[in-house]
């Protein structure tokens, strides 16, 4: 329903800022990635929002970026995560950070997370597998073109994202595609 706000800043509460929009104050609640990317109070502000309707309350969250409030609305799809427990995962890892975690199947980087245990750690990684959009997954970890097309080249041919992800960074970064591809097959016949 309310997809963006801008306005000015009025304060910062960690998670709770207040954003001012023609008079209005609008309580959003914002990842700790978000806060610290925040100008200072006074200051114009943009934030994308994700809106809450509960029994009890209707809570507006808000992001510095797309990539953040994708993430978001992905992690409250999952049963027993709901808002506040994503915005603690999103404030305690970047959505970088995560997708590489889901790509790599690494539970021990989300159980760092407070109130995420193993087994909620192991469902995230599950539920999450495949969803959070190629742009920030592994494949936004390459450093150029040439990359890109060995990893895809590796996916094509059946390997895991973490064995790709795996095989691609031992590679040297100006490695020629061909070559690139021998090399990871090479690693991973290993």
């Known amino acids: 329903m309310i997809g963006k706000l801008t306005g000015t800043l ?17 309580e959003v ?18 934030l994308l929002t994700h809106f809450v309707v509960r029994e009890d309350a ?10 953040e409030r994708e993430a978001f609305r992905e992690l409250i799809k999952i049963s027993g995560v709901g808002p506040r427990t994503a915005l603690s995962v999103l404030s305690g890892m970047g959505v970088q950070e995560l997708a590489q975690a889901v790509t790599l199947q690494e539970a021990g980087r989300l159980i760092k997370v407070p109130g995420i245990g193993k087994k ?9 597998k ?13 450093a150029s073109d040439a990359q890109s097309d060995i990893l895809q080249a ?13 095989a691609l960074k031992a590679l040297p970064k100006d ?5 690139g591809i021998k090399l990871a097959l090479k690693a991973l016949a290993r």
Do not use: W
């Open 130 to 142: 495949g969803k959070l959009g190629p742009d920030i997954g592994v494949v936004a970890t390459v």
């Open 58 to 67: 209707q809570l507006l969250y808000g992001f510095a970026t797309a990539a």
């Open 154 to 166: 590796l996916l094509a041919l059946g390997y895991s994202d973490k064995e790709a992800a795996a």
């Open 175 to 179: 490695v020629g595609v061909s070559e």
């Open 29 to 46: 609640l914002v990842p700790m990635s978000t806060f610290y990317s925040l100008p200072e109070t006074g200051a114009r502000v943009s």
């Open 120 to 128: 909620t750690a192991e469902r995230l990684l599950l539920e999450l």
């Open 10 to 26: 009025d304060s910062k509460n960690p998670p709770q800022v207040i954003v001012d929009c023609h008079g209005v104050g609008y």
